[in-house]
């Protein structure tokens, strides 16, 4: 649910990029350096909460974007 105190997730190509990277990173490696192995839409959730964009608004549907992308 999205915290409505907190602005949207800006739209932005750079955004995308950014989600993208991360989650990548989360899909490489574990806390122990080894394969993570999650699937991509944990890994974008997991960027997200990162990047502190997890339960803000995404009303430019930035999230979806990144998951085609990955």
Do not use: C, W
Request: glycine share 10%.
């Amino acid at each position: 649910m999205a915290n409505k105190t907190e602005k949207p997730v800006a739209k932005s190509l750079h955004t995308i990029t950014v989600i993208v990277q991360v989650a990548r990173f989360h899909m490489g490696v574990n806390q122990f350096g080894g394969p993570a192995n999650l699937k991509k839409e944990a890994a974008i959730a997991g960027a997200l909460n990162i990047l502190g964009l997890a339960g803000r608004d995404d009303p430019y549907g930035l999230a979806a974007a990144a998951l085609k992308q990955l």
